[in-house]
């Protein structure tokens, strides 16, 4: 089946840790993009990547890093400099020339 | 600044009753729009997209666009308490790369009552 898939669905992180948020895609899609979703609020854009070996910053990409070294895979990590890290990260995808995203699961992350 | 609005709700409904989301956005020449569902604890879902001025039909679901007044809306005919959820505006708006990236509203949540 073709989708986008996150892991782990649940996180639970330590102050002072960092973690990764895997991504996946078997969709052959070009563009994939990290959001952040709090309650009540709309969705907010981390980083994205149009291409393989190259990523831009979002609105909100302070305290997370990714990396883009294969086109199904856009891992995020969330670094001890995010000061507020509990939220839902949703990762998306979609191909060039195209603007319908679509979206993985989710993964709810909780700083304990 | 790029906005998308949407009135945040509770929007309740009778079950066979129209449901009207409203959203406005504030970059005017935008060009794509979408609406969104997502169920609670799930992450949004893709019901429509609309590119061009006047209404698009999809089953129950109406999208219509009116780029001069920068407003799209989406109806749902005959409700069923299966459609409450929280359904998510999303504008394409040109502010990095160059495809553009997606603005959310913060998204109207729809209760249907049986």
């Known amino acids: 089946d073709g989708g986008i898939t996150q892991s782990p669905k649940y996180l639970f992180r330590k102050e002072g840790q960092n973690v990764t948020l895997s991504c996946e895609q078997n969709l052959n899609h070009d563009a994939m993009y990290w959001y952040r979703q709090d309650p009540g609020q709309g969705l907010r854009l981390i980083y994205y990547?149009?291409?393989?070996?190259?990523?831009q910053k979002g609105d909100i990409a302070e305290g997370y890093s990714v990396s883009r070294e294969k086109k199904e895979s856009f891992p995020l990590t969330v670094t001890s400099a995010q000061k507020n890290p509990t939220a839902f990260y949703l990762c998306?995808?979609?191909?060039?020339?195209?603007?319908?995203?679509?979206f993985g699961p989710g993964t709810r992350l909780t700083v304990l | 600044q790029k906005e998308v609005e949407q009135n945040s709700g509770p929007l309740s409904v009778p079950e066979g009753a129209i449901a009207s989301l409203n959203c406005t956005y504030s970059d005017r020449v935008s060009q794509s729009f979408f609406w969104y569902r997502q169920y609670s604890g799930k992450s949004p879902e893709l019901i429509m997209s609309?590119?061009?001025?006047g209404d698009k039909e999809d089953g129950r679901f109406t999208a219509q666009l009116n780029k001069a007044s920068q407003y799209v809306s989406l109806l749902i005919r005959d409700s069923q308490p299966s459609d409450s959820a929280t359904y998510l505006c999303?504008?394409?708006?040109?502010?990095?790369?160059?495809?553009?990236?997606?603005?959310f509203g913060k998204g109207t949540k729809l209760s249907v009552k049986p």
């Open positions: 609309i590119y061009s001025n």
């Open positions: 999303a504008v394409l708006m040109n502010y990095g790369g160059s495809q553009g990236n997606l603005i």
């Open positions: 990547s149009q291409i393989v070996n190259d990523f």
């Open positions: 998306a995808s979609t191909s060039t020339g195209w603007n319908e995203q679509f």
